[in-house]
């Protein structure tokens, strides 16, 4: 029997290794896989997804509160049923259960639907939020990062040498339709 934390943040700002030292003070000998990346489905999430194809029966998948492990209901209790099947529990901290007794799995497929209304509801006030501000003219949406800037200036610098645009945004480094974007949003605004 080996026990795994899976500790997960959704950004790359956020740090996981809080999560994992606190687990780590009641599970001394797991072994920890840390990520950073969405929850918002599990296919998208590669460390997790390592994760599954190491446990085998016997094993436990430790996390400190369920949404680390998924945010929609469906996917939740379906990796449950697989996980179940293969022989391994699922430990939530936060919620002292583990996912092999009748109590566990009625208390995880209830937290599992309440991490999938969390979600729902800060995309809806979020999206609120973008209407709002692009009513009063303040939403500009996702900004380009200082890095892709540069590469954009100096695609752009290609492109005034003779270079096409779709060659020299592959010159330098970025998508012909980051290109496009920057072009059109530096018209926008001069």
Do not use: W
Request: aromatic share 6%.
């Amino acid at each position: 029997m080996t026990d795994y934390i899976y500790s997960r943040v959704s950004t790359k700002e956020q740090n996981s290794a809080s999560q994992a030292k606190e687990l780590l003070q009641t599970y001394s000998d797991a072994i920890v896989y840390e990520e950073k990346q969405s929850g918002k489905n599990m296919v998208d999430r590669p460390v997790f997804q390592e994760l599954l194809s190491v446990v085998k029966a016997g094993d436990r998948i430790i996390v400190r509160e369920l949404s680390r492990i998924g945010r929609n209901t469906k996917e939740v209790i379906t990796l449950f049923e697989e996980l179940e099947a293969k022989g391994v529990a699922v430990i939530i901290k936060e919620l002292q259960v583990d996912s092999t007794s009748a109590t566990g799995k009625m208390v995880l497929t209830i937290m599992a639907s309440v991490s999938q209304m969390e979600r729902e509801i800060m995309l809806e006030r979020q999206k609120a939020g973008i209407e709002e501000a692009k009513a009063a003219g303040k939403f500009k949406g996702k900004q380009q990062s200082p890095k892709t800037i540069k590469a954009c200036k100096e695609a752009l610098q290609y492109v005034q040498s003779g270079l096409s645009k779709e060659k020299a945004a592959k010159a330098a480094g970025i998508g012909v339709a980051t290109l496009y974007r920057y072009i059109k949003d530096t018209k926008k605004n001069s």
